[in-house]
């Protein structure tokens, strides 16, 4: 299996996984994925920047191949898609030790009984030397995970973020070269996996700002040698940054809630809202995620179900809540039959969400004609708070 190579003595020794569709069986991977591992020989000392999953791990074995020392292998995450070859690699590299956060190497020891003689912890800003390259060795926490740390190479100013600024993207391509699809599929990534921590990025990215690299090679997706492209963009996204938008997750059991939908949609457009719909019974996560990214209202429209919510907006109400988008107001519209129950509360719906709760919209049954008022004036509302806030 060939190595690719990014500069001279500087090599990836990743794995494509083309068709897995699911990740952690939760994310959608509508175009697959790659697991990437970096190969850095200095002079005098060789390190390996990540391993692989384990599935690909005799890929990345045979990668390896002809590689007579490896020295390090620096571990900037502990979870299995970063983490999980290493005691394959330990095994072939007897002389290596692993590097990580003393968080990591915690973390490395429990989750894959990492001998604790074959890993050393290396503090924030702590360098490397491997002979005429120095590694520097930055922590960044709760990218995704608490032990997360990124390097950079000083001499050829390349950037090996880990997951920050990854996507979830098979492609023959080693660069990012078709900006639109990279771009799409790395705010994807974003949404699903790093909007929760959106705070600390922001305060991460201010951190790694004098670096200013000429190269940026994630763990998943392609190397970037126009590093602005996805700097700028997660400038955009982290920055909570919202637009003319309105996301609506929907479900309707028996057509009344479809109804309420319908009016409040065709009463967004009227007053010049956009609106995006999603199908609960038909819902890919990555779809919703990115679209939370960037949209100021979140509206769930869902009938009651045994006095309660029904499941599918309970689970999705808990979902948006946990990846914490920045959305300023958020409403519901609903219908009931035999008991309203605990529909509408959309505060306790979204707890952690710093939002502006609206005046739920809810009906006994078919919508009447003071009903589908009651959704004009919702629409009105969001169109007003939307133009007060100058987004339209």
Same mark, same amino acid.
């Given at each position: 299996?060939?190595?690719? !190579?990014?500069?001279?003595?500087?090599?990836?020794?990743?794995?494509?996984?083309?068709?897995?569709? /699911?990740?952690?069986?939760?994310?959608?991977?509508?175009?697959?994925?790659?697991?990437?591992?970096?190969?850095?020989? $200095?002079? !005098?000392? %060789?390190?390996?920047?990540?391993?692989?999953?384990?599935?690909?791990?005799?890929?990345?074995?045979?990668?390896?191949? *002809?590689?007579?020392?490896?020295?390090?292998?620096?571990?900037?995450?502990?979870?299995?898609?970063?983490? *999980? %070859?290493?005691?394959?690699?330990?095994?072939?590299?007897?002389?290596?030790?692993?590097?990580?956060?003393?968080?990591?190497?915690?973390?490395?020891?429990?989750?894959?009984? +990492?001998?604790? &003689?074959?890993?050393?912890?290396?503090?924030?800003?702590?360098?490397?030397?491997?002979?005429?390259?120095?590694?520097?060795?930055?922590?960044?926490?709760?990218?995704?995970?608490?032990?997360?740390?990124?390097?950079?190479?000083?001499?050829?100013?390349?950037?090996?973020?880990?997951?920050?600024?990854?996507?979830?993207?098979?492609?023959?391509?080693?660069?990012?070269?078709?900006?639109?699809?990279?771009?799409?599929?790395?705010?994807?990534?974003?949404?699903?996996? /790093?909007?929760?921590?959106? %705070?600390?990025?922001?305060?991460?990215?201010?951190?790694?700002?004098?670096?200013?690299?000429?190269?940026?090679?994630?763990?998943? $997706?392609?190397?970037?040698?126009?590093?602005? /492209?996805?700097?700028?963009?997660?400038?955009?996204?982290?920055? #909570?940054?919202?637009?003319?938008?309105?996301?609506?997750?929907?479900?309707?059991?028996? #057509?009344?809630?479809?109804? /309420?939908?319908?009016?409040?949609?065709?009463?967004?457009?009227?007053?010049?809202? =956009?609106?995006?719909?999603? &199908?609960?019974?038909?819902?890919?996560?990555?779809?919703?995620? @990115?679209?939370?990214? &960037?949209?100021? @209202?979140?509206?769930?429209?869902?009938? =009651?179900?045994?006095?309660?919510?029904?499941?599918?907006?309970?689970?999705?109400?808990?979902?948006?809540?946990?990846?914490?988008?920045?959305?300023?107001?958020?409403?519901?519209? #609903?219908?009931? #039959?035999?008991?309203?129950?605990?529909?509408?509360? @959309?505060? !306790?719906?979204?707890?952690?969400?710093? +939002?502006?709760?609206?005046?739920?919209?809810?009906?006994? $049954?078919?919508?009447?004609?003071?009903?589908? !008022?009651?959704?004009?004036?919702?629409?009105?509302?969001?169109? &007003?708070?939307?133009?007060?806030?100058?987004?339209?």
């Amino acid at each position: 299996m060939n190595r690719r !190579e990014i500069k001279p003595g500087i090599e990836w020794v990743g794995a494509l996984d083309w068709h897995r569709q /699911l990740f952690d069986e939760l994310i959608p991977l509508p175009q697959g994925t790659s697991y990437n591992a970096y190969l850095v020989n $200095g002079s !005098e000392q %060789t390190a390996l920047l990540d391993t692989v999953d384990p599935a690909f791990r005799a890929v990345l074995l045979q990668r390896l191949e *002809g590689v007579a020392r490896l020295d390090y292998i620096v571990a900037h995450h502990a979870e299995q898609d970063h983490a *999980g %070859t290493i005691p394959d690699v330990l095994a072939r590299f007897p002389q290596a030790q692993v590097l990580a956060t003393p968080k990591g190497v915690q973390f490395l020891q429990e989750l894959l009984a +990492v001998p604790a &003689d074959r890993l050393q912890a290396v503090q924030d800003g702590e360098t490397l030397a491997l002979g005429g390259r120095t590694l520097r060795f930055l922590h960044l926490p709760w990218v995704h995970w608490p032990e997360t740390m990124v390097s950079f190479l000083e001499e050829d100013r390349i950037l090996f973020p880990c997951d920050l600024f990854g996507a979830h993207l098979a492609t023959s391509d080693l660069w990012a070269r078709d900006e639109a699809v990279v771009l799409a599929a790395a705010r994807s990534y974003y949404a699903q996996i /790093l909007m929760p921590f959106a %705070t600390l990025i922001r305060k991460h990215m201010d951190k790694l700002a004098p670096l200013n690299p000429a190269l940026i090679a994630p763990s998943h $997706g392609p190397v970037y040698d126009r590093p602005a /492209l996805i700097l700028d963009a997660y400038r955009r996204w982290s920055g #909570g940054l919202v637009t003319n938008k309105v996301v609506l997750p929907q479900v309707s059991m028996h #057509g009344s809630t479809a109804l /309420l939908v319908q009016r409040l949609i065709e009463s967004l457009i009227a007053r010049g809202v =956009a609106v995006q719909p999603f &199908d609960l019974a038909h819902l890919r996560l990555d779809q919703l995620s @990115t679209a939370l990214v &960037d949209a100021a @209202t979140i509206v769930l429209a869902a009938p =009651a179900v045994l006095g309660g919510m029904h499941p599918l907006a309970a689970s999705v109400g808990a979902l948006v809540d946990a990846l914490k988008p920045p959305v300023k107001f958020a409403g519901y519209l #609903g219908s009931y #039959g035999w008991s309203r129950g605990q529909i509408g509360k @959309t505060a !306790e719906l979204l707890p952690h969400l710093k +939002v502006e709760v609206l005046e739920p919209v809810l009906c006994a $049954g078919r919508p009447r004609a003071a009903d589908l !008022e009651a959704v004009d004036r919702l629409a009105a509302q969001i169109a &007003d708070k939307h133009a007060a806030a100058g987004l339209c």
